[in-house]
């Protein structure tokens, strides 16, 4: 048996024809088990969605209710056979509820990372090592340039901008699902205990993330609040709303966005962005390259990001690797633009 | 180093001068000497030591890298030295490096007595001991160039804020003071006497004068003011004094106290007289006080070669004397010190220092006469490269800095033109959520019928309620957007008429309208006007031959004496 008899990578993701199902699918599909609550990985207008409980909830509330035909529930460690194939989810590090699904037949293991890292994060369960034959690795940060370090330093330096600029709001772009959480989770971490704020389009998953009794502190829809009661003060937004008229409520705001991508000034600056935090969801080149060798696959397969980097790299490793040509999939709210309708309505 | 690091790359993100003044006052309120001292060397370009070239920092990467990585590498992040910092691959252990992050005090002094063959090896091991940011500002403080919008100027006046000093009195010490600073800081703080600057030929802060307007004039009496061109070059300070060995040491300072003295040696070496002239510094060819832009052309050389220094020679025309000899005038009368001055000239500093003539005049409009036409007024064939008229008040002391009164500028009126609203672009720090940079262009034919084709770009001359109406009619009337940049409508019934006041005009061959103008702004928003009647490229191109067939007339005239 070969892997492309387990799963075959098509131009809407990849497909499991043992098992009558697809992974991540970009377009509606019969049967689909999905990674992560991500909109480019979890679409609605699915026949049947297998995904984790957070997964499942986190599309119920971006989609509602009749997001898909049906869903199953499947906890992480637990097994299911599907056709022929034995499926199986493992924690994937990245968000609340995200996975790697591993699917076996044969004796031949393969894992469909979906977006993963390899370093700690209080909102989510920990990266979980799958043994595999075969790899499918995202290459977001594909790019030896990419190492995210400490964010916990990354953290300090907000909290030092805080406190040198007291009169001054701190506008933190992040992405709604998983990073603007996280961001605070590590605020609160570091010993900030002041309300924080939220923009109202991030209040629905942030408050699943409390009710799932993720500890994020004293939290607030920023709507509520006045201009000057804002110096001092630290909120979260979308990244899209980071220039955009709804900034206006805040005094002289520091923009600030956590994301991988500040770690390359020409993106920072491209974004406008005065404070850039390097805190990323994706495992950075070392997390990467240092995963795709624990696995112990011989092969590696390449989805979306820096393909070609991690390709060159695994063949200099006597690993056999391929790009897979799976079109959509990218950071979610990431555009190369800054998008700029979200807010922009009075 | 680490702190140093994030300071820099703090400052090249923060648009605001404030906020960029908080910030390094704070790195100096926080950082212990020696190392504070240092940094503030860096920023004001007080260090000197051999700079790395690029071709060294490729070898470097390129011999700890795969070749094909670090080529994506590089293609995706644009630039030599972040690509390097960021992809620099980390020693082996990360506690091995905490203890031996290097101090910029001594990577600034190991550069100064580092040997060319040393420096690879040494830069290797820095870079070891660095982190992403840190390797990054070492690599900038090595090549020369730190490019975080931060003026010599503006890292003074933070060091000042330390004490609640003027960064002027830190301008005065500094020409006697050395890195690291630690005798200034002890000032700063309070723990030392003020640092007594024993430097023969110091800056002295200028006076300014205020803009004036036909109300103004009305009250005032032509016979408590004399009158002198103000010309169109830079204003600066020549200064020259006697060592204590007895040396003569001659500077040229520009307005803000910066020493430009290397960029004009020419200039320098015929200032001999003891004394501190305040003047405008001028390009003069054959007689003739040439354009700002042909001065533009010498200032925007970095290396001052044979051939620069024979084609844009350099000239003094003295406005104020503030020093003569061992006299310090500025506490007499204008008047008093003009006197001063005419003498001081005819003493001689050589052909290349000369007076600023006084305008003589009995009422107000012979002066509005004489500013209207210079050349007619005794300017002659230098009247191209007058910018206006300076009144002066015989009995005003010499003020630093910008006393309302004793000195007004009186300025030819601007070239006036109406254009259409193309893009907008948004702006940087308290602007950037709003579209505040503008291209405004003219008519002009096109394959089918006319076309408007862009002739500049302004970003000033509006008020802050102007600013919130256009910013409102740019997010309405968006045609395309790319990125910042929003096209706006414009089309004969539909767009915005802006009208754009700027000071000269000339030939460009970067520009697809064939022009370039010199300092536009936004002089009048004409919501009343209809696009179709702003102005067409060829009233702009008329007024350029004016200009030119003016310039060629006064040429002529000259010839013929």
């Not at chain 2, 011999?63 to 670090?70: G, H, M, V």
């Not at chain 2, 107000?364 to 009247?383: I, K, M």
Request: hydrophobic share 40%.
């Amino acid at each position: 048996m070969r892997p492309e008899d387990i799963l075959i990578p098509t131009p809407n993701g990849v497909c499991c024809k043992l098992g009558g199902f697809h992974i991540d699918p970009t377009r509606p599909v019969d049967k689909a088990v999905i990674t992560h609550g991500h909109s480019d990985h979890a679409r609605a207008g699915h026949g049947a969605v297998l995904a984790t409980q957070e997964t499942l909830d986190l599309m119920r509330l971006r989609y509602g209710e009749n997001f898909a035909g049906s869903t199953q529930a499947i906890k992480y460690g637990e097994s299911l056979s599907l056709g022929g194939a034995k499926v199986t989810l493992h924690p994937a590090g990245h968000v609340l509820g995200s996975a790697q699904i591993a699917v076996e037949a044969n004796g031949l293991r393969v894992v469909a990372s979906g977006d993963y890292k390899n370093v700690s994060d209080p909102t989510c369960a920990p990266f979980e090592l799958v043994p595999c034959d075969v790899f499918i690795t995202e290459a977001t940060f594909g790019l030896p340039v990419f190492r995210h370090g400490d964010p916990d330093a990354e953290i300090a330096k907000l909290l030092h901008s805080v406190a040198l600029f007291p009169e001054r709001a701190h506008l933190i772009g992040a992405y709604s699902l998983g990073k603007a959480q996280r961001v605070i989770a590590l605020i609160r971490k570091a010993g900030h205990d002041k309300q924080i704020y939220l923009h109202g389009s991030m209040e629905k998953i942030t408050r699943y993330y409390q009710n799932r009794g993720i500890d994020l502190g004293a939290v607030e829809l920023v709507r509520e609040a006045k201009k000057a009661e804002l110096a001092g003060t630290i909120t979260l937004c979308p990244p899209s709303t980071l220039k955009e008229l709804w900034s206006r409520r805040f005094p002289d705001p520091v923009t600030c966005f956590a994301s991988g991508w500040m770690r390359v000034r020409a993106r920072a600056r491209k974004h406008l962005v005065e404070l850039p935090l390097v805190i990323s969801d994706h495992a950075d080149w070392e997390g990467l390259t240092a995963t795709i060798v624990a696995t112990g696959a011989s092969e590696v397969w390449v989805t979306h990001g820096q393909e070609d980097a991690l390709v060159h790299w695994s063949a200099t490793r006597g690993l056999r690797a391929r790009p897979l040509d799976i079109v959509g999939y990218g950071d979610e709210d990431e555009t190369d633009g800054v998008a700029e309708n979200p807010g922009e309505a009075p | 180093m680490k702190r140093f690091a994030e300071l820099l790359d703090r400052l090249a993100y923060e648009q605001s001068r404030n906020n960029k003044l908080r910030l390094m006052t704070d790195y100096f309120r926080n950082t212990p000497d020696p190392e504070r001292g240092w940094a503030l060397a860096a920023l004001t370009g007080a260090l000197s030591f051999q700079h790395a070239k690029p071709g060294l920092i490729r070898a470097l990467i390129g011999e700890r890298t795969d070749p094909l990585l670090f080529e994506l590498s590089y293609d995706y992040v644009g630039d030599l030295s972040e690509t390097v910092a960021l992809m620099w691959p980390a020693p082996p252990s990360q506690t091995l490096r905490e203890q031996q992050e290097p101090r910029l005090s001594s990577v600034v002094t190991a550069l100064a007595a580092l040997g060319k063959s040393e420096l690879p090896g040494q830069l290797a091991r820095w870079l070891d001991q660095l982190d992403e940011t840190g390797r990054w500002a070492l690599l900038k403080l090595v090549t020369g160039a730190l490019r975080v919008g931060v003026s010599a100027r503006l890292a003074k006046t933070a060091a000042a804020a330390l004490g609640d000093k003027e960064a002027q009195e830190v301008e005065l010490l500094w020409p006697g003071l050395q890195p690291p600073y630690t005798e200034l800081f002890a000032w700063l703080e309070g723990r030392a006497d003020k640092p007594a600057n024993l430097d023969p030929a110091p800056f002295r802060p200028p006076m300014l004068a205020h803009a004036i307007d036909d109300s103004d004039l009305a009250t005032l009496d032509p016979n408590d003011f004399l009158g002198e061109w103000k010309w169109d070059g830079i204003r600066v300070q020549a200064v020259a004094g006697v060592d204590e060995n007895g040396a003569r040491i001659a500077r040229l300072y520009s307005r803000t106290g910066e020493d430009i003295s290397g960029s004009f040696p020419d200039l320098l070496e015929t200032l001999r007289l003891p004394g501190a002239i305040d003047g405008e510094l001028l390009i003069v060819r054959d007689g003739r006080v040439q354009s700002f832009n042909v001065l533009q052309q010498r200032l925007n050389r970095k290396a001052v070669n044979a051939k620069l220094l024979a084609d844009f020679p350099a000239h003094l025309r003295a406005y104020d004397l503030l020093v003569d000899g061992a006299d310090d005038l500025r506490a007499l009368a204008f008047a008093e010190r003009r006197g001063r001055l005419e003498n001081f000239i005819a003493r001689g500093n050589g052909p290349r220092i000369d007076l600023s003539p006084l305008v003589p005049f009995a009422t107000w409009e012979e002066l509005a006469a004489a500013r209207q036409n210079p050349a007619a007024a005794g300017a002659g064939a230098d009247a191209e490269a007058i910018e206006g008229i300076m009144l002066k008040r015989r009995d005003a002391p010499y003020i630093p800095g910008r006393p309302k009164g004793p000195w007004w500028k009186w300025k030819r009126d601007p070239l006036i033109v109406d254009t259409v609203l193309m893009y907008a672009q948004r702006g940087h720090g308290k602007r950037s959520s709003y579209y505040s940079d503008y291209t405004f262009g003219v008519w002009t034919k096109g394959e089918d019928g006319d076309v408007l084709v862009p002739v500049g770009k302004a970003y000033f001359g509006f008020t802050d309620e102007e600013l919130v109406r256009i910013d409102r009619f740019v997010r309405r009337n968006t045609v395309e957007r790319f990125g910042p940049v929003r096209e706006v409508v414009h089309e004969a019934d539909q767009g915005l008429v802006l009208e754009v006041a700027f000071e000269g005009l000339q030939r460009s061959t970067r520009h697809k309208s064939g022009l370039a103008m010199r300092f536009p702004r936004i002089s009048r928003l004409r919501w009343d006007k209809p696009p179709a009647e702003a102005d067409r490229l060829e009233t702009l191109e008329r007024m350029l031959d004016k200009i030119e067939t003016g310039r060629a007339a006064i040429a002529t005239a000259n010839r013929a004496v």
